[in-house]
C-alpha cells in the first residue's frame, strides 16, 4: 500500500504508487518547448539595454562634492531652507508627540472620580 499527505484533510491517505512518487501532486515536466508568444509588440532583450538607457547626466560627483565641503554646516542642513523647514518640523512634531505622550500616561495614571 502506498501513502501520500492529503495537502486537503492533513492525513496521510493511501494512493497509487504513481501519486506516492509525485508528492503534493508535483509531475514531471512534459514539454520543454517555451510557450507561444501573446503579446503582439516585440520585447527587448537585456542584451539590447546599455548602462546609460535610462539615465541622464551623472550628478554624483557634484553632489560629492556638494556634502563634503567643509563648512561647518551639518549634513541634514546643506540643502538651506527646504532642510531647515523638515528639520525643524520633525523636531516639533517630536517634542509635541513627547508631551503628548506624558500627558496621556498622567491622565490614565490618575484614577477616575464616581
Known amino acids: 500500500m502506498y501513502y501520500?499527505?492529503?495537502g486537503f484533510t492533513q492525513k496521510l491517505t493511501g494512493t497509487w504508487a504513481?501519486?506516492?512518487y509525485s508528492p503534493q501532486g508535483l509531475r514531471p515536466?512534459?514539454?520543454t518547448?517555451?510557450?507561444p508568444i501573446i503579446f503582439a509588440t516585440p520585447t527587448k532583450l537585456s542584451s539590447d539595454f546599455t548602462a546609460y538607457d535610462y539615465a541622464g547626466k551623472n550628478?554624483?560627483?557634484?553632489l560629492q562634492k556638494f556634502f563634503q565641503k567643509s563648512d561647518g554646516v551639518p549634513i541634514h542642513l546643506k540643502r538651506g531652507l527646504p532642510?531647515?523647514?523638515l528639520y525643524r518640523t520633525t523636531m516639533a512634531l517630536t517634542?509635541?508627540?513627547?508631551?503628548y505622550c506624558l500627558i496621556a500616561l498622567y491622565m490614565a495614571s490618575q484614577p477616575k472620580n464616581k
Open 83 to 85: 532642510d531647515q523647514m
Open 33 to 35: 518547448e517555451a510557450p
Open 4 to 6: 501520500k499527505f492529503s
Open 29 to 31: 515536466v512534459v514539454s
Open 95 to 99: 517634542v509635541g508627540g513627547t508631551i
Open 18 to 20: 504513481s501519486d506516492a
Open 59 to 62: 550628478k554624483v560627483p557634484e
